[in-house]
């Protein structure tokens, strides 16, 4: 008997509960386009096929992530890599690089936690004329992040350096972002097993208040940032006033606290 597309399709929506989440996975498992698969229901999937698409199910059943189980997600205008090592680009953040596209172009950005390296990659793909540096402390993460520099075709103008925040730098930069950790210990408790049990809790949370990471950012930044410079760093909807005042305190100028497309607090800029 032969397994068509739709039927496929069907059980697959049935046993996640979810119709997107099994198109995208059996898009995948097919490697096609997801828009194929409404336009060729009758197509036949294949044994190897479908014992792909299952393997795929098993794993979202156990809540892994779509992102990491396909292993890419489109973030901005490109299509980044996604392992278990990096935090999986959010539309969130997407932000946080309109924001900072909004700034006159930049030379020299500087990511701090740059994870799978969405931000910079895309504001550096945006800016031809640019060159960053991205900074992490895991060494897994900036090989996502560096296979990612080669897809957008950056590598000649990144330089992806393991570190404790400020600690492997020393030249100045004319644009700080990062999304660093935001979550508290407390919150982590409550966060879907989706995000707590496959994505990496160092990216999510510094533990404590949530607020650690701003505390060193906002108070080391201005050391390694030109005088017309700017910070931006994405927040968690809370976490504005909060942040806004730690950069009042390191004494940046014309802060501002922009809403994502939900109107929730998501980005301080200063
Ligand atoms: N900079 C990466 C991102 O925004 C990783 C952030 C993190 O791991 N906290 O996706």
């Known amino acids: 008997m032969s397994l068509l597309i739709s039927a496929v399709l069907s059980h697959g929506a049935e046993q996640l509960g979810d119709a997107i989440d099994?198109?995208?996975?059996?898009?995948?498992?097919?490697?096609?386009?997801?828009?194929?698969?409404?336009?060729?229901?009758?197509?036949?999937?294949?044994?190897?096929?479908?014992?792909?698409?299952?393997?795929?199910?098993?794993a979202r059943m156990l809540h892994q992530p779509v992102s990491q189980i396909i292993g890419h997600r489109d973030f901005w205008k490109h299509?980044?890599?996604?392992?278990?090592?990096?935090?999986?680009?959010?539309?969130?953040?997407?932000?946080?690089?309109?924001?900072?596209?909004?700034?006159?172009?930049?030379?020299?950005?500087?990511?701090?936690?740059?994870?799978?390296?969405?931000?910079?990659?895309?504001?550096?793909?945006?800016?031809?004329?640019?060159?960053?540096?991205?900074v992490d402390i895991s060494t897994a993460a900036l090989k996502v992040a560096k296979q990612n520099a080669t897809n957008?075709?950056?590598?000649?103008?990144?330089?992806?350096?393991?570190?404790?925040?400020?600690?492997?730098?020393?030249?100045?930069?004319?644009?700080?972002?990062?999304?660093?950790?935001?979550?508290?210990?407390?919150?982590?408790?409550?966060?879907?097993?989706?995000?707590r049990d496959w994505e990496p809790r160092i990216a999510l949370t510094p533990e404590g208040d949530g607020l650690d990471a701003y505390r060193i950012i906002c108070a080391q930044a201005g050391a390694y940032l030109q005088s017309s410079g700017h910070l931006a760093v994405e927040i968690g909807h809370q976490?504005?006033?909060?942040?806004?005042?730690?950069?009042?305190?390191?004494?940046?100028?014309?802060?501002?606290?922009i809403q994502d497309l939900n109107r929730k607090d998501r980005v301080v800029i200063g």
């Open 79 to 134: 299509r980044f890599i996604v392992t278990p090592d990096v935090l999986d680009p959010r539309p969130d953040t997407e932000t946080l690089v309109e924001q900072a596209l909004g700034l006159a172009p930049k030379n020299r950005i500087l990511d701090l936690g740059t994870g799978s390296g969405c931000i910079v990659l895309s504001l550096l793909d945006e800016w031809q004329n640019a060159t960053g540096v991205g």
């Open 239 to 257: 976490q504005g006033a909060a942040v806004a005042q730690m950069m009042s305190l390191a004494g940046f100028a014309d802060i501002q606290i």
């Open 152 to 195: 957008l075709g950056v590598t000649d103008r990144i330089e992806l350096v393991e570190g404790d925040w400020f600690a492997p730098l020393s030249d100045q930069f004319d644009l700080i972002v990062s999304n660093p950790p935001y979550i508290t210990a407390q919150e982590m408790q409550h966060l879907d097993a989706d995000v």
């Open 22 to 58: 099994a198109e995208i996975l059996l898009a995948e498992a097919l490697g096609i386009a997801r828009d194929r698969l409404r336009l060729y229901p009758d197509q036949v999937v294949s044994t190897d096929q479908m014992a792909k698409f299952n393997r795929f199910l098993q």
